[in-house]
């Protein structure tokens, strides 16, 4: 059955765009209204001041739920081959990329495709995106790795080396923020075996960027994302209950709070509430990384951070698993 990607309609609109990515009202972007983020916080994870780091870190999870961090370790040129590749997929011809598409009949995220959630207003996102994990070794399906270009699995195999020691980083300075021991939270979800997922997501050009969203408002059920953004702007946070336009600094990687860490700390870490916009005359692209536990992990509110008179659990503790098919099927937690 023949799917129609987001790429081949953006491809043949002008000046309107179909119906179905025309989101109602009160979910559209609304970037002449909405302000601006005074700045994301931006974490240097190179300071030598390792309270002020945990201090910060910390902060930032609570408030905003979203940071960026800047002296990361991650070579400048390593980061670059990961995008160079990932455009020069989306840019092939499109047979050449539906070699690889996902099977929607399969449990299984991994491959290429468009739209993975049910909307319940039926409305489809402005995006096409390729899926595929990183790491562990024993969770690569090649098969779902591009083959064009043809350095793509080097240089997706380059950024996952250098990533591990960012979040192993990012789990251990977390922990530390909740008075914990440091390798707390890295244990929580499955040691060795945490599982990180890249998803590239490829917005076209969009005649009517005002009408529709890239991704729709949602938060990360990983347990923290790590994200390479392209040049051109589009993420939208939610803060207090406010839409803010955030600005990221170049060079920098934006790290999400997801769901699982919420949990874990019980609450006082944020996953943030997130969305996408598309712009007119630019492809924008990210190259989001969902650090999660294993399927059959159990997370719930961590016993070192709750006691049943002053500070119950504020969340049923599950496996990631059954966490993530009610996030995906949209039943309650
Ligand atoms: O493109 C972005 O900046 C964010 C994408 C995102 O939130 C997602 O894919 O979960
Ligand atoms: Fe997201």
């Not at 020691?165 to 909740?178: A, E």
């Not at 040691?191 to 076209?204: A, Q």
């Not at 005359?281 to 016993?303: H, N, Q, T, Y």
Request: net charge negative.
């Amino acid at each position: 059955m023949e799917v129609l990607r987001v790429q081949s309609i953006a491809s043949r609109t002008v000046d309107t765009i179909p119906s179905k990515f025309i989101r109602p009202e009160s979910e559209r972007p609304d970037v002449g209204r909405i302000g601006r983020a005074p700045q994301l916080p931006v974490i240097d994870l190179s300071n030598p001041d390792q309270e002020s780091l945990v201090q910060d870190m910390a902060k930032a999870a609570q408030e905003w739920g979203i940071f960026q961090i800047i002296n990361h370790g991650i070579p400048q040129q390593v980061v670059e081959e990961l995008q160079r590749v990932g455009k020069e997929f989306f840019e092939l011809p499109q047979v050449e990329k539906e070699r690889i598409a996902r099977n929607s009949a399969s449990p299984s995220l991994e491959g290429y495709g468009t739209q993975l959630q049910k909307d319940l207003q039926g409305k489809l996102s402005w995006v096409d995106f390729l899926f595929h994990n990183i790491w562990p070794p024993s969770r690569i399906n090649f098969d779902k790795w591009p083959k064009k270009p043809a350095s793509y699995t080097a240089s997706n195999e380059e950024y996952a080396k250098h990533l591990q020691n960012v979040v192993d980083k990012l789990l251990g300075t977390l922990s530390l923020g909740l008075g914990i021991e440091e390798e707390v939270l890295k244990k929580s979800l499955g040691g060795d075996e945490f599982v990180y997922l890249l998803k590239i997501n490829y917005y076209p050009p969009c005649p009517r960027p005002d009408l529709t969203l890239g991704v729709v408002a949602h938060t990360d059920m990983s347990a923290l994302t790590v994200l390479v953004p392209n040049d051109v702007p589009g993420l939208q946070v939610c803060k207090d209950d406010q839409w803010f336009i955030a600005d990221y600094i170049p060079n920098a990687l934006v790290v999400h709070i997801g769901d699982q860490i919420e949990i874990l700390s019980n609450g006082k870490y944020k996953s943030v509430l997130h969305r996408t916009t598309v712009n007119k005359e630019k492809a924008r692209m990210s190259w989001p990384v969902f650090c999660s536990p294993p399927d059959e992990c159990m997370i719930g509110p961590l016993p070192h951070l709750t006691d049943e008179t002053n500070n119950p659990p504020k969340y049923k503790t599950k496996s990631f698993k059954d966490y993530a098919y009610c996030k995906l099927n949209k039943l309650p937690q």
